[in-house]
């Protein structure tokens, strides 16, 4: 898992904030025989009214808004090498301190 650096931006307005953070998971098959995946993992969700979190993009995942669960479900052919990316835009009140990754 890293994060892609070109689409993670921050930026800071009169009133709020918005930060948007992109990842990518990669996953290689190194095995002899195709295998079949479930690759979860989880953007943040926020119960603070005044912090507003938006899933962008989770490329064809089945994703749990309730929870932030995002599921990708992929078979790997052997030596097969695929990405699984996700984006998600934090906006919140300027004057507050957030850690976002």
Do not use: C
Not at 41 to 46: A, E, L, R, V
């Amino acid at each position: 898992r890293e994060i892609i650096q070109s689409n993670s931006t921050r930026q800071v307005m009169i009133s709020s904030n918005k930060a948007t953070r992109s990842w990518r998971i990669t996953l290689t098959n190194t095995k002899h025989q195709p295998v079949e995946i479930a690759v979860k993992d989880q953007y943040p969700i926020s119960n603070d009214e005044d912090i507003e979190v938006e899933l962008l993009q989770s490329n064809g995942a089945s994703v749990d808004k309730s929870t932030g669960i995002i599921t990708w479900k992929a078979t790997l052919q052997p030596n097969e090498t695929k990405t699984f990316d996700f984006t998600y835009r934090v906006k919140y009140p300027v004057g507050k301190t957030l850690f976002i990754e």
